[in-house]
């Protein structure tokens, strides 16, 4: 653990309890506000637009869908835009004008079975080239669509014949920093990661941490592959230097085991990558910073680059809830700020204190 004085404080700002069981949370950019969306107990979709007014939440919008929804990104779209895209029960992707949200704007039955998991890029501002959503089911495909073409998936990732289909819990977006390259990162129910170069349309890479794949994400989009973290369900967690990749050992990793139970979530600060927060079964957050090693790469015997993993340090932790925190998402654009839902039918901001000093 970090030293005492300057460690980073994380602070419950405010909280709203709900009538609805919450599977995701989002903050719109430049805004005060964030989304909610989950299942209500009659079996349809909600979707809640909250604002942040004065230290209290104020429910803004609310509106229902025929399908429970089970996860957004605002990810593929401009700022001037903000269209939310969401995954559904009914393997639907939909992306909605929450100034008028009665039908969405784009519309495709994606899955055949729960999108478990969507990312987007090419919006905000954020990574290069197409406004591309990804999305991950569990059907056993992962999906790349651009929302200027209608019904079929640019890229469409599967089982090859006779493979079994596993359930892909989580899917991200990275290597996004010119108009050519792009990766998607897959996780799976089995441990298996799959990295797929939507560039040369190829598995780039995979390997397997031995637990169902919670959640992966890059540090960053836009920018040369650097860091990846993936998550898992018996409290383990990895991350993976993504600079360099030796031909047959792949990409070196450090990992932690960081409580007993699922770490549900991992989400790097927007502000500073090399800082993260992951959120478990148990109910709490741990903030956790990387340090890079002194090189990040050497030569094997053969005279192969290789990469060296850095270290890890626990800089806080914090229990809010007695359920799981199933989402999590730091604002964009003030550091520190986030929101957090759990299952005990609770959305929280929370600010953490003290970034700069770490």
Known sequence: MAAGLERPQVVSHTQQALTYTLFDCKWVPRSARFICLGSAARGCGLLQLYELRAGRLVLLQEIEKAKPLKCGTFGATSLQQRYFA?????????????????????????????????????????GEGAPEIVTGS???????????????????????????????????????????????????????????????????????????????????????????????LEGKFHVFDMRTQHPTKGFASVSEKAQKSTIWQVRHLPQNRDIFMTSGGAGSLHLWKYEYPAHRSKKDSEGAEMGVA???????????STQPISSLDWSPDKKGLCVCGAFDQTVRVLIVTKLNKV
């Open 86 to 126: 969401t995954g559904d029960f009914g393997g639907n992707l939909n992306i909605w004008n929450l100034e008028a949200p009665e039908i969405p704007v784009y519309s495709v039955k994606g899955h055949k079975e729960i999108i478990n998991s969507i990312d987007g890029v090419g919006g905000l501002g954020i």
């Open 138 to 232: 569990r059907d056993g495909t992962v999906k790349v669509w651009d929302p200027r073409q209608k019904d079929t998936p640019v890229a469409n990732m599967e089982p090859v014949e006779g493979e079994s289909k596993r359930d892909c819990w989580t899917v991200a977006f990275g290597n996004a920093y010119n108009q050519e390259e792009r990766v998607v990162c897959a996780g799976y129910d089995n441990g298996d990661i799959k990295l797929f170069d939507l560039k040369t349309m190829s598995l780039r890479w995979e390997t397997n941490i031995k637990n169902g794949v919670c959640s992966v994400e890059f540090d960053r989009k836009d920018v040369n592959m650097n860091k990846l973290v993936a998550t898992s």
């Open 310 to 320: 850095g270290s890890l340090s626990l800089l806080q932790n914090v229990t809010l």
